[in-house]
Structure formats: structure tokens, C-alpha cells
């Protein structure tokens, strides 16, 4: 079992920053994937950042390479994503995941990680 826990949302102007927060829990932090994902009213959910410690691993979504940066403290068992320049089309609920099968992959697949925090609001305001 593995418990996520998102923290760092909120309201910011465009152009602003933002770091979220996953605090995890349960099983050995580092060797599963850990991903970003969001999802818009209206809209499906989209793969944002995704990081393998393990396999030095990291990927991101074409829609936020440059602005973000997913990072990882093993030692508090924490992943973070760094935004920056945000955009209204940022907008969204942003959801932490873990894959703890990934075998060192990344994958962008929402269906692929097995587990879910409750989501953290990120609204960019124009």
C-alpha cells in the first residue's frame, strides 16, 4: 500500500510560480515512479511529470517542458513539481500518482500507476 498526499495549491497570476507537494507513505519511496498528472473541468486527465529515481528517469509532458521540474527527496519521501511561467491553461486539479511497477520506466499512461492522492487546485489567473 502506498498513501499520497498532495499540498501546495492555490490561486496565482500568470507568469507566477507554484511548487507542489507528494508526501508518500507505505512502501520503499524509491524505487517506484512517482507522476504528475491534472485534470481540467471538462477535460481528461493528462500526464504532466513523471520521475524513476531508481533509473534516473524523468519525463515531462511537451505542454510544461521548460516550466516544470519534477524533483525527488528520498529522504523525506517526498516528490516535488517546481512550476513556473504558469499559464491559465494550467488550470487544474493536479494529482499526484505512483507506479510501483514501473520496473525504471515512466510511463505517461494515467491506467499504469496504481496509486492516487485526493488532488491539490491550481488556479492561474490571467
Known amino acids: 500500500q502506498v498513501q499520497l498526499v498532495e499540498s501546495g495549491g492555490g490561486l496565482v497570476q500568470a507568469g507566477a510560480s507554484l511548487r507542489l507537494s507528494c508526501a508518500a507513505s507505505?512502501?520503499?519511496?524509491?524505487?517506484?515512479?512517482t507522476g504528475w498528472f491534472r485534470q481540467a473541468p471538462g477535460k481528461e486527465r493528462e500526464f504532466v511529470a513523471g520521475?524513476?529515481?531508481?533509473?534516473?528517469?524523468?519525463a515531462y509532458a511537451d505542454s510544461v517542458e521548460g516550466r516544470f521540474t519534477i524533483s525527488r527527496d528520498n529522504g523525506k519521501n517526498t516528490v516535488y513539481l517546481q512550476m513556473a511561467s504558469l499559464k491559465p491553461e494550467d488550470t487544474a486539479v493536479y494529482y499526484c500518482?505512483?507506479?510501483?511497477?514501473?520496473?525504471?520506466?515512466?510511463?505517461?499512461?494515467?491506467?499504469?500507476?496504481?496509486?492516487w492522492g485526493q488532488g491539490t487546485q491550481v488556479t492561474v489567473s490571467s
Open positions: 500518482a505512483a507506479d510501483i511497477n514501473a520496473l525504471g520506466l515512466v510511463h505517461s499512461r494515467g491506467d499504469a500507476y496504481e496509486y
Open positions: 520521475i524513476n529515481w531508481s533509473a534516473g528517469r524523468i
Open positions: 507505505g512502501r520503499t519511496f524509491s524505487r517506484y515512479t
